[in-house]
């Protein structure tokens, strides 16, 4: 191959200035792409994050209770009320938390009591939503402990943790008391800490509180209403969830069941991507391809020379193939410079009123190596049809001219 | 002196099966031997440079056999042309056919790099010896479009040299040159005939190097006319 390499760099370096231009061409495509993928990435991250920060992958409910129709079979009824859902138990968790923690796909799963009740401070009120956790357990569900804005991250007997919104509407602050009141009971707690959950709906609604003080609260005593549940591939949790609702008489709800619009957008997103990455691709190969096209005709006497001193028709190709797969290799290098370039620019220049940076965007290696790899695959591609017309150049008529 | 090609029947047709198909050699017969110095004459569109292509395995007969070494050549067979080209033939061209973009021991050195072989150490020692002999050695690392023609000549000659081929093929290697020049490529040809054991063919219009050469073939309109020995030598 040496000789291949040897031609390949020379026959570049030779067209210096057509080289230049179009190894700039694959440097900016390149970067168009990577730059594109790293932004949409870290929208997406960003979006996940902040609508699902406080929400588990999978949630697995009871079953909703439905009216059984008692009379005879071939009765028709006019109309058939729907039944009203009261809180339940979902039955057997605990046996079922083990099962489930089994499952390969399943990082973390934690139970939880939750129920509607109503925050009282002073004259004023506000209708809340009890979630009663395994404070540990439920961190490693939605990472709650980096949500904390003031105050402790613990939620001993009488304590609770309440959302930013809730406790501005409510005045209170971290040490201030309030009483919690459901249809079946009311008591006071200490407020430990205020998390921002990352949506103002949920931060106006959240209180958290020890699980067996929501039980009581809400009139279920040892039981859970809802199981949540971490899978490793955020993207995978509907699968996940619909394998794991085959097994028990249990309702899996996935967050892509639950925030169908999100997912179609991000869905949307990441095809309007791969469009971008595939046209790039294209003009990219293109590119290439003419300037080597070129190339062959310019060269057409050397090619001619070397196949009548001795270089077989394989050398030729190779020749050819070498230059697109250098022309990409060399490109998409530069390119992932000038990405991370933009990057830098976009991180400095686009910021929110504090300063920071909207969003972090950020450059995975995976994403450098796998451009750069995909560069020199396209453009040893490219080199395919200039290549195979140099290697069928006729030797003795390619002297002649 | 054993024989070193053959030559049987060779015809070469151009457009076959169209209306302008025109057959410009019609059954060659010719024989060489090993370390011959040839020249091959003839009037401009006799079928010269068709023959020279042909004996160099650069395009087909019509029909016709060629046989190297007593080896028959199969043409339909790529790869062992390449293989008899880089191995049994040197080429020197009229415009000398150099590449541009290497230097002139790169050039000469070019057929051992198609071929795999090393270029550094002792082949790099001997491209250079045969620059010197050449007279080029001072001149070997400038581009070879830094060289004046008769200088790009001399390269072409080190280069169709390099591997010490069986035969050199020749097609007019001082047609673009001045007389002083082209005697001196000359004689450089006739000394490398000598000293390698170098068969050449050399295809010439010049009556001059023709009658220095030891045998002379002549070729008219696609028929060896006359093939006779130099009775000067």
């Not at chain 1, 929208?43 to 079953?63: D, E, M, S, W």
């Not at chain 1, 930013?164 to 209170?172: M, P, S």
């Not at chain 1, 003080?213 to 993207?235: H, S």
Request: some cysteine.
């Amino acid at each position: 191959m040496k000789f291949e390499f040897t031609l390949a760099w020379r026959f570049l370096r030779e067209g210096r200035f057509q080289s230049a231009l179009i190894i700039i061409g694959v440097a900016v495509g390149v970067a168009v792409v990577i730059y594109i993928s790293a932004l949409i990435l870290g929208l997406q991250a960003n979006t996940i994050n902040r609508t699902l920060g406080a929400q588990a992958h999978i949630v697995i409910k009871p079953l909703d209770e439905t009216v059984r129709n008692v009379l005879p079979p071939g009765t028709t009824l006019a109309t058939i009320q729907p039944k009203a859902q009261r809180l339940r138990s979902v039955d057997n968790w605990q046996v079922l938390m083990p099962a489930l923690a089994a499952d390969p796909d399943v990082v973390a799963v934690s139970p939880m009591a939750s129920g509607a009740a109503i925050a009282i401070r002073g004259e004023a009120n506000r209708a809340i939503v009890l979630f009663g956790v395994e404070l540990d357990r439920y961190d490693r569900i939605v990472e709650l402990s980096t949500k904390l804005t003031r105050g402790s991250f613990r939620l001993n007997a009488g304590e609770v943790m309440i959302g930013t919104e809730l406790a501005k509407d409510l005045g209170v602050d971290v040490g201030d008391r309030l009483r919690v009141l459901t249809t079946t009971a009311n008591d006071q707690f200490q407020i430990s800490g205020i998390v921002d959950l990352g949506s103002r709906d949920l931060n106006r609604r959240a209180l958290y509180l020890p699980m067996r003080t929501a039980q009581n609260l809400l009139g279920i005593p040892g039981g859970a209403t809802n199981i949540d549940i971490r899978v490793r591939d955020i993207f995978s949790a509907d699968g996940v969830a619909k394998r794991l609702q085959s097994v028990g008489l249990v309702n899996a709800e996935s967050w892509m069941q639950t925030n169908g619009q999100l997912l179609n957008a991000l869905q949307a997103q990441g095809v309007s991507t791969t469009i971008i990455r595939v046209f790039v691709s294209i003009v990219v190969m293109l590119g290439i391809a003419s300037v080597l096209v070129v190339s062959v005709v310019q060269k057409r006497k050397e090619i001619g020379i070397l196949r009548a001193i001795g270089a077989s028709r394989g050398q030729m190709t190779r020749v050819f193939l070498l230059q697109g797969a250098l022309v990409g290799f060399v490109g998409s290098t530069l390119g992932g410079m000038l990405a991370a370039l933009l990057v830098a620019a976009f991180s400095a220049l686009v910021t929110n009123s504090a300063g920071q940076p909207l969003f972090q965007i950020e450059i995975e290696p995976s994403l450098l190596i796998s451009s750069c790899l995909i560069a020199t695959v396209c453009g040893t591609l490219a080199a395919v049809a200039p290549a195979l017309r140099a290697s069928k150049l006729d030797p003795a008529q390619a002297i002649r001219v | 002196m054993s024989e070193l090609l053959r030559l049987t029947q060779i015809r070469k047709s151009y457009g076959i099966g169209t209306p302008i198909e025109t057959e410009v050699l019609h059954g060659i017969d010719l024989v060489m031997q090993q370390q011959e110095f040839a020249a091959l004459i003839g009037p401009s569109g006799s079928g010269k440079s068709t023959l020279l292509n042909i004996i160099g395995l650069l395009e087909p007969a019509t029909q016709g056999a060629i046989s190297m070494q007593g080896k028959a050549i199969n043409y339909t067979d790529e790869k062992t042309l390449t293989q008899q080209r880089a191995a049994n033939l040197g080429f020197v061209f009229q415009f000398h056919h150099l590449l541009p973009a290497f230097s002139a021991i790169e050039n000469v050195m070019m057929p051992r790099l198609i071929n795999g072989m090393s270029v550094t150490g002792a082949a790099r020692t001997e491209a250079e010896a045969l620059l010197d002999a050449v007279g080029l050695k001072k001149a070997m690392n400038k581009k070879t479009s830094e060289l004046s023609g008769g200088m790009q000549q001399r390269v072409a000659i080190a280069r169709a040299l390099s591997l010490k081929p069986a035969l050199v093929l020749a097609d007019e290697p001082t047609g673009n040159l001045d007389t002083q020049t082209s005697d001196e490529i000359f004689k450089l040809l006739r000394r490398f005939n000598t000293e390698f054991n170098t068969a050449f063919l050399i295809v010439t219009h010049d009556p001059r190097l023709a009658a220095r050469c030891d045998r002379i073939v002549e070729l008219v309109d696609g028929n060896i006319a006359t093939d006779r020995v130099n009775p000067a030598h």
